[in-house]
């Protein structure tokens, strides 16, 4: 059987600050990408050079919206699974080898994240409530596939119309769409770090948009 390629997307949105050191661990995966594809979407920083600078394939979303920046990597890929991760984060070296060895017989798959730039305490306790989230999920039958950290297969993600065009959890919802063509699996190995920037507003108010937009909904405050 003829090796299966992997394209790695990450969408970006003025994120120069973090996106080289994204890219340097994506490139140093022990299992290499056949592809990396950022998307600039709408950036007005140098999102794009820095793209180009290590090699990436850039490609420009001008509308603004992650949604429409994944899709857009989505349609530019031409291998056979795609990779998804975000500009923030840091995947273990063992990443992309890792979700490979569980390709076959599967349309999807996902991994956990832990935070890396917050202090010990709260890396391992975001790791501890993601990992038992994710497990509690998966139990009940509704996987919770998040952007950071899923793939899927091109073919079976064109088939479905991609993701929906919506302001958030797009990333859940091509899950669930996927998973009506065929199995989706959990791969509790296949790690991602990420950054832990969003709970700068506090670990409350942080908790309290997780659990709404896991919910489908975006509370007043946060519009």
């Not at 998966?138 to 088939?159: C, E, H, T, V």
Request: glycine letters at 8%; one cysteine or more; a neutral charge.
């Amino acid at each position: 059987m003829s090796k299966r390629t992997i394209a790695v997307i990450i969408p970006a949105h003025n994120e120069e600050r973090l996106l080289g050191t994204t890219l340097e661990a994506v490139k140093n995966q022990s299992r290499p990408p056949d592809e990396i594809i950022v998307v600039d979407n709408a950036s007005t920083d140098n999102t794009a050079e820095i793209a180009r600078e290590a090699g990436a394939t850039v490609v420009h979303c001008a509308r603004p919206g992650v949604a429409y920046a994944r899709q857009a990597g989505l349609i530019a890929a031409s291998s056979d699974w795609i990779v998804s991760t975000d500009a923030d984060s840091l995947p273990i070296p063992e990443w992309l080898e890792t979700l490979e060895e569980h390709m076959e017989g599967n349309v999807a798959l996902y991994g956990p994240m832990r935070f890396f730039d917050v202090t010990p305490f709260d890396q391992s306790l975001s790791e501890y409530f993601y990992r038992g989230f994710l497990n509690f999920s998966d139990f009940f039958g509704r996987p919770n596939l998040a952007g950071a950290n899923m793939a899927f297969s091109r073919l079976a993600a064109i088939q479905v119309g991609g993701y929906p065009a919506v302001k958030m959890r797009e990333d859940v919802l091509l899950g669930w769409k996927l998973r009506k063509l065929g199995h989706v699996q959990y791969v509790p190995d296949a790690l991602v770090n990420t950054s832990g920037r969003r709970m700068q507003q506090g670990k409350l108010l942080f908790l309290v948009k997780q659990l709404a937009w896991i919910r489908g909904r975006e509370p007043r405050k946060f519009r």
